[in-house]
């Protein structure tokens, strides 16, 4: 069975800090790891995917992640954090299977303060 | 990329009616779709695998009389309230996996249903 811990359930940084959110995974095999953020009433936004490969990973709005598989982590890091970066956060784990669902972690709300 | 539809986005209804919530796949096959439940402040739950043409497979406890599971197309599946009370309220959202390129998970932009 998988299953995603996000620790910290509330992250709180100021505009142009350093953003790191964690995430560790269990996985009997190889992983395809995720992160999402959602805004409020919304859907789900893909941030960025690991699945083979670089380990060190790019997404969308500055935001990057690293799979070490020594730690079963993929922390979600952004070098400078915006305003706009205020919203909830994913990490999801699944099984390169069809038919697999995602996994998700409990979630983390980023804060940013000006 | 792909896309996911899913209507309502919200819809309000009184205790012991029904509700239908579609989760459309626009511009791909979807044979697998996934329900997902979202109580405020909270993760997603997964609820169940939708398979176009046959039963969905329901996680542990979840009714399977209560939220009903219809997936008759490639591109439609349906997630049924039946006799809803206000502990069903919630928030709904379905997700798809376009099975000829794996690039992610598709989310439809979810349903909010509020029971009165």
């Known amino acids: 069975a998988q299953s995603v811990t996000q620790l910290g359930s509330h992250v709180s940084v100021s505009e142009g800090a350093l953003v790191l959110l964690r995430c560790n995974y269990s996985?009997?095999?190889?992983?395809?790891l995720f992160w999402y953020v959602q805004y409020p009433n919304q859907g789900l936004q893909l941030l960025l995917k690991?699945?083979?490969?670089?380990?060190l990973v790019k997404g969308i709005n500055g935001f990057e992640a690293e799979f070490k598989k020594s730690e079963t982590s993929f922390h979600l890091t952004k070098p400078s954090a915006h305003m706009s970066d205020a919203a909830e956060y994913f990490c999801a784990v699944s099984l390169n299977q069809a038919g697999t669902a995602l996994i998700f972690g409990k979630g983390t709300t980023l804060s940013v303060s000006s | 990329g792909a896309v996911v539809s899913q209507h309502p986005s919200r819809v309000i209804c009184k205790s012991g009616t029904s509700v239908k919530i579609e989760c459309r796949s626009l511009?791909?096959?979807?044979?697998?779709m996934f329900w997902y439940r979202q109580f405020p402040k909270q993760s997603l739950m997964l609820m169940a695998t939708s398979n176009e043409g046959s039963k969905a497979t329901y996680e542990q406890g979840v009714e399977k009389d209560k939220f009903l599971i219809n997936h008759a197309s490639l591109t439609l599946s349906t997630l049924t309230v039946t006799s809803a009370h206000p502990e069903d309220s919630s928030f709904y959202i379905c997700?798809?996996?376009?099975?000829?390129?794996?690039?992610?998970?598709?989310f439809g932009s979810g349903t909010r249903l509020t029971v009165v």
């Open positions: 690991y699945t083979t490969g670089a380990t």
């Open positions: 996985s009997s095999v190889p992983p395809y």
């Open positions: 997700s798809a996996r376009d099975p000829l390129s794996y690039d992610g998970y598709t």
């Open positions: 511009d791909f096959q979807a044979t697998t």
